[in-house]
């Protein structure tokens, strides 16, 4: 019990400067639970960010990794609810207040204005993707199908993805 | 929900959200452009306007991808539906993980799922580049919000700014162009 309050109240923390910026999670991480708790070995730590970033969740699921190692299944669970309880509910305050924020005239149009920006960084987290994962011909091809499909079929996109996964997994 | 729309059922935002966590590989914007194809086109559930202003706050709160999922939870159905939302999408990954880490800490060995990887990963750049074209279609008006999308491109890809930084100085560029222009107008 006491070991997941522990495990509660560091990933509590782990949650709140993650709303900061998720880029310092990784280095944190691997300060708390490798040098300062040692629940893992750097190895370990390494291969629980290669599994995490198999998962459709956020990079964070590597909580639940080494939730898992400190405390089993309930460390888990804990460790995957108390990171991202700090931006759950602060999303929540956001979209309570968004409607309200959004009529005051000088809110609404600031926010309407900035939507370009946010399009900007939509296209470029394709080109930061891209450049890490498309090597070769065979993932261009797949790249093409999958934009034609997307762009002119109406066929639900989390079947194109299950099937470009099992594509994957017979190419390689 | 303010607009007295027809209440969306809990569960079926459960269900949806579980179906994109279960299917959206390649994490942050990948999850985002999945989310936006099944609530913004094909279930209508918020308007893009809304939806892009919700990843907006998201970047700013960090894991971006779960909190566009509380937010669009959220605008359904009030704090239940965003914690539903944000339970859904989280659980198959939580469960996943979970297995995963047991076979790891058992057997001391990575499954051999990367490969899967190399399928998805060029699908889910299409996806996310037909929603960024969808999107400027609809959101990027004239030059000044060309000029921003493309500085706030650059920004990312060529100088890695942080993105609530990039956000950060859109808002304060259109707070200045919309003053102005009520000072000239």
């Known amino acids: 019990m006491a070991a997941l309050l522990t495990i509660a109240w560091i990933y509590l923390r782990i949650g709140l400067i993650f709303v900061g910026g998720g880029y310092v999670l990784i280095p944190l991480l691997n300060h708390i639970m490798v040098e300062q708790y040692r629940w893992l070995t750097l190895r370990q730590f390494l291969d629980g960010l290669a599994l995490s970033q198999l998962t459709p969740g956020p990079l964070a699921m590597l909580a639940t990794f080494t939730g898992f190692r400190a405390g089993g299944i309930p460390g888990a669970l804990v460790a995957t609810i108390f990171i991202f309880l700090p931006c759950v509910v602060l999303m929540l305050i956001v979209g309570r207040y968004y409607d309200r924020l959004k009529k005051i005239d000088i809110i609404g149009s600031t926010l309407g204005g900035l939507l370009p920006a946010v399009v900007g960084l939509v296209a470029a987290a394709a080109w930061n993707l891209g450049v890490s994962s498309l090597s070769g011909v065979k993932e261009f091809l797949i790249l093409a199908v999958g934009f034609a499909l997307f762009k002119w079929t109406k066929i639900t996109p989390m079947v194109v993805i299950l099937g470009a996964g099992l594509v994957g997994l017979l190419i390689n | ?185």
């Open chain 2, 1 to 185: 929900m303010s607009n007295g729309a027809q209440k969306v059922r809990l569960s079926e935002i459960f269900l949806t959200f579980t179906m994109i966590g279960l299917t959206g590989f390649g994490g942050g914007m990948a999850i985002v452009a999945l989310v936006e194809r099944v609530c913004v086109r094909e279930k209508g559930w918020i308007s893009s306007e809304e939806f892009l202003h919700g990843l907006a706050f998201g970047q700013i709160l960090g894991p971006f991808s779960l909190n566009v999922c509380t937010f669009t939870g959220h605008h359904l159905r009030g704090i239940r539906g965003g914690i539903v939302a944000a339970v859904g999408f989280i659980l198959p990954s939580f469960l996943l993980i979970t297995l995963l880490s047991w076979i790891y800490f058992t057997y001391q060995k990575l499954p051999q799922l990367q490969a899967a990887l190399k399928g998805t990963n060029p699908v889910v750049i299409g996806l996310i580049v037909v929603v960024a074209i969808d999107m400027g279609r609809k959101q990027i008006k004239g030059w000044g919000g060309a000029l921003m999308a493309v500085a706030a491109f650059c920004a990312s890809v060529f100088l890695t700014l942080n993105a609530a930084w990039v956000l950060l100085g859109a808002a304060l560029w259109s707070l200045c162009s919309s003053y102005f222009r009520r000072r000239i107008g």
